[in-house]
């Protein structure tokens, strides 16, 4: 059974910069399309972005493109999520999703980002 556990969330000021980690459990990380989504209270949840198993194609949500950036790394069986130039609006619970049989059937259990104006 793949875990997953995110890191890297915390409090920080409008403009700055944060790194979400989130590592996987297992030895089949590289067969995995991984992907971050996030919830803001009183909301949908929304998706983020995605990486393939490969790394080589990245998607991202509209509110995100141009400041956030998904990777991977497959000897640290970790995916990244840089988020640059946070906004309030940024503010959410973030989650670490895995295709593993289905899509994004796999979740972690969260980790706070707030952005203070």
């Known amino acids: 059974q793949v875990q997953l556990v995110e890191s890297g969330g915390g409090l920080v000021q409008a403009g700055d910069s944060l790194r979400l980690s989130c590592a996987a459990s297992?030895?089949?990380?590289?067969?995995?399309?991984m992907g971050w989504f996030r919830q803001a209270p009183g909301k949908e949840r929304e998706f983020v972005a995605g990486?393939?198993?490969?790394?080589?194609?990245?998607s991202y949500g509209d509110s995100v493109k141009g400041r956030f950036t998904i990777s991977r790394d497959s000897a640290k069986n970790t995916v990244y999520l840089e988020m640059n130039s946070l906004k309030p609006e940024d503010t959410a619970v973030y989650y670490c999703?895995?295709?593993?049989?289905?899509?994004?059937?796999?979740w972690g259990q969260g980790t706070q980002v707030t952005v203070s104006p």
């Open positions: 297992g030895r089949t990380f590289s067969s995995y399309a």
């Open positions: 999703a895995a295709t593993v049989v289905a899509a994004y059937d796999v």
């Open positions: 990486i393939s198993r490969s790394g080589g194609r990245t």
